[in-house]
């Protein structure tokens, strides 16, 4: 899943369409191709390619912007159609992308495995990070709340789900969160609440356990929760189209808090975008959604072993913390590791847990329940 887009389902035809040209794989150039927002792309292209390429002379890297999790799927879908032919998939490393995608990938031996025997430094990941060992996590993010301390006192910022909504309800017209289908801290803050209406417990939610009947059983006292703050929202329920949005009212002041991804809002407090009054605070009770991006390497790609020393790159010291101050995302190894000034000056919203939500039919379901139950009156477009 795109880290902030949360992406509308498409067809299989639509993935086939964005799928991107293949070119006859070139010796010694790993064959990247990523699914992320434009900024994280910027950073490969412009930070981590330069830094690995002096690194590892003789190897290149190319990266290629897949355009969404779609292409990926596509790209994924071909190289495990190589797979069973022992072709050349023409692809050697996804940045984020699930490997239990296409079925029968990881059964098929589609996946580099990684431990500590082909990762150097694969003891330091931090351990919130794990997921599967087909993805390697290198960085990560959290939904946090975001909100003028001008206007609210940090010692007043609601820090558990009941504090939130009561605050919410308190000052009326003063929190706002985008579409869950236009990107993530509005999702994440959907989620939240699923979540709440579900025993605080995210384990029951696995991407392989959707039915529609369960999704109904879950889904539908969220939509109560949700329809119960509607009109202490901002404008009587007025929601943004995406997470930018959601900061630029921050930002002019129009409201006073809002759900915001971590690395983002760090991003705009160190340009300006928000100024330094603004205060970051996460739920203790049940931590909003995040998660971590990992790097899947194909095990039948030309390059692999050269896809397997630049996962390893990602790990190191220099490009942990260049993830943290060009980006202002979570580092993929642990605290511990990073230097002193970086772990002190982010204190504050380093995570101690990252509750996560699967992707897949859940994400379809949400986003389809969430217009069907909660805004019947917005238009999905």
């Known amino acids: 899943m795109n880290r902030r887009e949360f992406l509308i389902t498409s067809s299989a035809a639509a993935g086939l ?7 006859s ?3 010694g150039t790993i064959d990247l191709y990523s699914g992320s927002d434009a900024n994280i792309v910027d950073l490969w292209n412009n930070t981590i390619r330069p830094a690995f390429e002096k690194a590892h002379p003789g190897v290149a890297l190319k990266v290629t912007d897949a355009g969404d999790n779609n292409g990926l799927r596509a790209i994924a879908d071909r190289a495990l159609a190589a797979l069973k032919t022992k072709t050349d998939p023409q692809a050697d490393l996804f940045e984020v992308f699930d490997p239990r995608l296409p079925s029968g990938g990881i059964d098929a031996g589609l996946w580099v495995k990684f431990s500590a025997e082909n990762i150097e430094a694969y003891d330091h990941i931090n351990p919130l990070a794990f997921d599967t060992p087909y993805s390697l996590p290198y960085r990560g993010s959290q939904v946090l709340l975001a909100y003028d301390t001008t206007k609210l006192d940090p010692k007043d910022a609601p820090k558990r789900w009941e504090q939130l909504t009561a605050w919410i309800k308190a000052n009326p017209g003063q929190f706002i969160y985008n579409r869950p289908d236009k990107g993530g801290s509005g999702g994440n803050f959907v989620r939240r609440a699923i979540h709440e209406a579900n025993g605080r417990d ?3 939610f696995k991407i392989d356990n959707f039915t529609a009947d369960f999704a109904t059983e879950a889904l539908t006292p969220a939509w109560k929760i949700l329809n119960d ?7 009587k329920g007025a929601y943004t189209a995406g ?12 409201v006073t808090m809002v759900p915001v991804w971590s690395d983002q809002v760090l991003q705009a407090i160190s340009q300006g975008v928000l100024p330094e009054t603004t205060g970051l605070v996460q739920l203790t009770d049940l931590a909003l959604c995040g998660g971590f991006s990992g790097i899947t ?3 039948n790609g030309a390059n692999k072993d050269a896809a397997l020393k630049l996962a390893a790159f990602m790990l190191t ?7 943290i101050t060009q980006i202002g995302g979570f580092p993929g190894i642990s605290w511990d590791h990073i230097s002193d000034d970086l772990r002190k000056k982010y204190a504050d919203v380093i995570p101690s847990t990252i509750p ?4 897949g039919d859940w994400e379809k379901a949400i986003a389809d329940g969430w217009y069907r139950n909660v805004a019947p009156g917005i238009s999905r477009t």
């Open 229 to 235: 703050l509607e009109p202490a929202l901002y404008d």
């Open 297 to 299: 390497v194909f095990s």
């Open 356 to 359: 996560t939500f699967p992707g």
């Open 25 to 27: 794989a070139a010796a």
């Open 202 to 204: 995210p384990k029951k």
């Open 317 to 323: 010291k220099e490009m942990q913390e260049a993830i």
């Open 243 to 254: 997470n930018t949005q959601s900061i630029q009212l921050l930002a002019q002041g129009v």
């Open 17 to 23: 369409l964005a799928l991107p040209r293949f070119a």
